[in-house]
């Protein structure tokens, strides 16, 4: 088993077959004490314990969703058993339960192994800066691993658990996911309850996931993304479906003058290829100017938020200053030089920038940028403990003042040897649709998995489909591109997700009256019908009201049922209509029908 892949299709695979999960456990423990990288977990459950875990599971249920599956959580997020440290060991505290997100995985089948280390306090984005020894970048021990989220990130790309919990309030859940070859996760803010978390900035923190593959992140985030009523920061989500990318692709990238890589030509080099890969799943790309955006990153850390992380450890930094490290008491200490009016005027500059940035969004699906400029060594960091640390937040720290969601996606490795990564980015809740983008990169780039040698599994087949926010609208007769009424769509900025079929208990007719023609469509019994070509089209809400409002009777608008197993709304019509109307069923389609009329 030691050789076994721990992405979730290879363990689902390999349960189904039989394999045990205390087998698994106890061959992730021989990994982990194998790995020679003693800065990864600040804890580990005793063995024993986690045995238990296996052992509470009993026969294999795929029902559960993440059954055996074994994960790590970041030490600033409890779990019941091992202290809370948050890097600080004299800030430590034993919680009495599981932080929501971590019960809602427990529940789900899933098997904890141990708390990973992190700067003190979730504070750095080099994931150095912490009392322990620091955890080595799975690559090159010379580059940092990434932070804050350091020993996260390491665990799953050693490929010691198949994913692990992380924090994210400026870029923790994706920075050390690029560095080590891994996806990052960094869902919509509110999705997945921060209770039983320690906050680092309250009102921004999200739990992150990295995992191996963007199918395994998407997986793991449906189960937590669960509302939590005691989170006052909660908000109900619906994690939607990964479909497929939709047609025409737009993504928007950086300007010249965006593409920030400190001189590094490998770094920007291989963000040139991995526009090209881009283009080539399909993507229309366009260049945008990026400067509202990095004026939003420099609030984070250059205005008052820094008041919220002073405000999570006050206790602490006003009695024992000592016991943060240097750079930490440094960083965090730096809001004693903000005044309340500083607070207000930052954030009257942050909803001018929310609002400047909002009409960017209806050109585009996702902002694809580089995850991090450049790898920044050790030796960068002990030379200059702020420059790296701010350089790696260029791309990062305006997305959760943004409200914005993000996936850090790995893509063809530098010139060098060392990853590289893009990270897509969306509005809040449209977390579906960028796993739906990142999934067909990381398949067409991706070399490996992590720091394994095992190849990414393949793709499973699926539909392209409406994010959340949209309606989806299936269409039969002349409203088909190409065809009479088309523009009734296209006015509305209406866009095609999908050609595709009805299930086979439908019949087509010609309806008397026009020009132009008009069919209906009907539902009959099994066995009676026939599959009908549809399109699928996707609406905002006001365009579909305005669309629907045209539609005449006899027609109406009901719920269609295609072949690939979505309900789309589509037409349907009253079946008094029909009664001498020309049944064209047996042409399986309008647009073969009109065909048949020419010829």
Not at 398 to 410: E, G, I, Q, T
Request: aromatic share 8%; net charge neutral.
């Amino acid at each position: 088993m030691s050789d076994l892949s721990l992405d979730l299709k290879s363990l689902r695979q390999t349960y189904a077959a039989g394999a045990s999960p205390a087998a698994l456990v106890k061959d992730v423990f021989a990994r982990v004490a194998a790995c020679g990288d003693p800065g990864i977990f600040i804890a580990l459950l005793p063995q024993d314990e986690a045995l238990k875990y296996a052992a509470a599971l009993g026969s294999y249920d795929p029902a559960k969703p993440l059954w055996g599956v074994p994960f790590a959580v970041k030490d600033n997020i409890d779990l019941a058993g091992l202290p809370t440290t948050a890097a600080c060991p004299q800030f430590a505290y034993s919680p009495a339960r599981h932080a929501f997100a971590v019960q809602r995985l427990v529940e789900a089948g899933a098997i904890p192994i141990g708390k990973t280390n992190l700067d003190q306090f979730a504070t750095g984005l080099v994931g150095v800066r912490t009392p322990y020894s620091a955890p080595r970048n799975a690559f090159d021990p010379a580059v940092i691993p990434g932070g804050s989220s350091s020993g996260s990130a390491i665990a799953v790309a050693r490929g010691l658990v198949s994913f692990a919990l992380g924090t994210d309030t400026a870029g923790s859940g994706r920075v050390p996911a690029g560095l080590n070859n891994l996806v990052g996760l960094k869902p919509t803010l509110g999705a997945i309850s921060t209770s039983g978390a320690v906050p680092a900035c309250r009102t921004l923190d999200c739990i992150s996931i990295f995992a191996l593959t963007v199918d395994d992140s998407f997986d793991v985030f449906q189960v937590m993304a669960c509302y939590d009523v005691d989170d006052p920061y909660a908000r109900p989500s619906l994690p939607g479906v990964v479909g497929a990318p939709t047609p025409a692709l737009r993504l928007a990238i950086p300007d010249a003058k965006g593409r920030i890589f400190g001189g590094d030509a490998r770094s920007e080099a291989a963000f040139a290829r991995a526009v090209e890969d881009a283009r080539a799943i399909g993507a229309v790309i366009r260049e945008i100017d990026m400067t509202p955006f990095f004026e939003t990153a420099r609030l984070l850390y250059e205005g008052p938020w820094v008041a919220e992380r002073y405000e999570a450890v006050r206790a602490l930094i006003e009695t024992k200053p000592e016991a943060l490290l240097d750079v930490t008491r440094k960083i965090i200490g730096g809001a004693a030089k903000f005044s309340a009016a500083d607070t207000f005027a930052a954030l009257y500059k942050l909803q001018a920038l929310k609002r400047g940035t909002q009409s960017l969004w209806r050109d585009m699906d996702a902002l694809m940028v580089p995850t991090f400029p450049r790898p920044r060594s050790v030796a960068d960091l002990a030379a200059d403990p702020i420059g790296p640390n701010s350089e790696l937040g260029v791309y990062t720290n305006f997305v959760n003042l943004l409200d914005l969601c993000a996936l850090a996606v790995p893509v063809r490795f530098r010139d060098d040897g060392f990853p590289n990564s893009v990270t897509f980015i969306a509005p809040a809740g449209q977390d579906a649709r960028l796993a739906a983008i990142g999934a067909p990169l990381q398949a067409r780039c991706a070399e490996k998995l992590g720091a394994t040698t095992h190849p990414q599994p393949a793709l499973p087949a699926r539909v392209a489909t409406a994010p959340p926010g949209e309606i989806e609208l299936a269409v039969v007769g002349a409203h088909l591109s190409g065809m009479a009424l088309n523009e009734e769509l296209t006015s509305r900025a209406a866009r095609f997700l999908r050609a595709g079929k009805t299930t086979a208990d439908y019949r087509l007719f010609a309806l008397p009256g026009g020009p132009p023609r008009r069919p209906g469509l009907l539902r009959v019994a099994d066995g009676a019908g026939h599959a009908i070509d549809v399109e699928v089209w996707a609406l905002t809400p006001e365009a579909f009201a305005a669309f629907v409002a045209n539609v005449p009777a006899p027609l109406g608008i009901g719920v269609s049922r295609l072949a690939d197993g979505t309900r789309p709304k589509g037409f349907i019509v009253e079946s008094e209509a029909t009664i001498g109307a020309q049944d064209i069923s047996s042409w399986g389609g309008w647009r073969a029908y009109i065909k048949s009329l020419a010829a």
